[in-house]
Structure formats: C-alpha cells, structure tokens
C-alpha cells in the first residue's frame, strides 16, 4: 500500500496516537503536516527528523484545536489536503453534576468541533483533487459509555456521527470518511500513569496493566499506536475504497461485551 504523492494532515500528531498514525502514513509515503497548539524547537525538529527519517516531506503548522478559525487555517496552510486524519482530542473526568463548564466546552470544542471545522475546510480541496480519505480517531466510548466521562463519551458519539454524515455527503466521490475507535492504547502518557497506579493500589505492574488499566479490554493488552497507524493506511488504501461510514474498533474486544 503506497501513499507516494498524497499529503495527510494529522491533528494533534507531536506525540502520542497521533504522531504514531502520522509516521505510519510517512512510512507509506505520503507527506505530512504534523500539528498542535504549541510552536517550539522541538515541534520543527520533529518534523525535520520524520522527513529524513521516512524520506517525504513532512511540516509542523501550530494551530489551536479548541479555535474554529485555526482548524480552518490549518487546512489551508497545509496547501494539499488528500488525508485528513481527525486525532487531538483530551479528557477530563468527573460527575456530571460536578463537571466544570469550562472543560465541557474545551473538550466538545476540541475533540468534536475541530473534526467538523477541519473536515468542512477539506472537502472541497478533495473534490478539486478527484480523491479524499478522512480518518476520525474516535475511541470505544464513541460507541459505549464510562461513568464521570460525560464530555469524552458524547464528543466522541458526536465523532461517529459526523463521520456518518461526511460518508453519506460523498457517496458517490472517490472519498471516504471512517472512524477508528481505539480502546486503551500504550502511548507516553498512558505508560507515565503506570508507576502511580502501581504504588495507588500496591500492585506490580502487571496486575495494574492487566486489572486496573485493561479491566475492560478482554484481550488484557494495550492497542499500540503502531496498530492504529496501519489501520489509517489500510482505510486509505485502494483495498478500502468501499468502506466509508463506518467504525473499527482496535480494542482488544471492548466493544463485544
């Protein structure tokens, strides 16, 4: 599967899912712009390294995922816009009673509104190229629900959806809309948590992995950013031209429950 020729832009990609999904698409020769909201040294250096690294050419453009006007300009910087992977997104958890507004807004804004904003700014950049492939990272909660997650589980529901609708508007174009719905991924974050939770319950780490982290992904093993990055390449691929609108779950069986 080659990419060679196609640009995908990737929304919150210096580290974590993102940066595993675009490196990925770099491997399979796409270019790529690398995002956040940050603009330091290592954010270019990143982007410098991938592009010798994987031998394409790949950008950092900051833009602030939580600012509609910034989604758009993303889309129109990056110049090309063959992939668009919808990825940045953050969490933060409580009941909803005592739910802070201002995170409600953050997180509708971030992992939701940007989606729609990025996608709409896309579009017509993919019809004037004759070809699209539009990526939502989604999550498990895009399709099941977790107690004290109000703001996740309904951006993330509200993902699946408009992935639902982008796929109906472009039926009958050669571009596709699908989401990924990971469960718990092994990325930087999630790995910095372990220690914690090890001296919280006074377990080892592979009781915390096994009982504490992956209670509810069957396979009792993390998703690697690896695997979600292949799944965007394969989703972009010749061979998934007909699958549009849909979701795929990487979550060691979470969603079979």
Known sequence: MTLKGKTAVVTG???????GVARELAKAGADVVLNSFTDNEEDHKLASDMSEEFGVSVTYIK????????????IDKAGKCDILVNNAGIQFVKGIDEFPVEKWDAIIAINLSSAFHT??????KMR??????????ASAHGLTASPYKSAYVAAKHG?????????LETAQEPITANAICPGYVLTPLVEAQIPDTMEKYDMSREDVIKNVMLERQPSK??????????????LCSDAAKQITGTTI???????AL
């Open 13 to 19: 990609s210096n580290s974590g899912i993102g940066l």
């Open 221 to 234: 093993e993390f998703a690697t950013v690896e695997e979600l990055g292949g799944t965007a390449v394969f």
């Open 128 to 137: 004037e190229a004759g070809w699209g492939r539009i990526v939502n990272i």
């Open 249 to 255: 779950s990487v979550d060691g069986g979470w969603t």
């Open 159 to 167: 993902v699946v959806g408009l992935t639902k609708v982008t796929a």
């Open 63 to 74: 833009a602030d995922m939580s600012k509609a006007d910034e989604c758009r300009a993303l």
């Open 119 to 124: 996608t709409a700014a896309a579009l017509p």
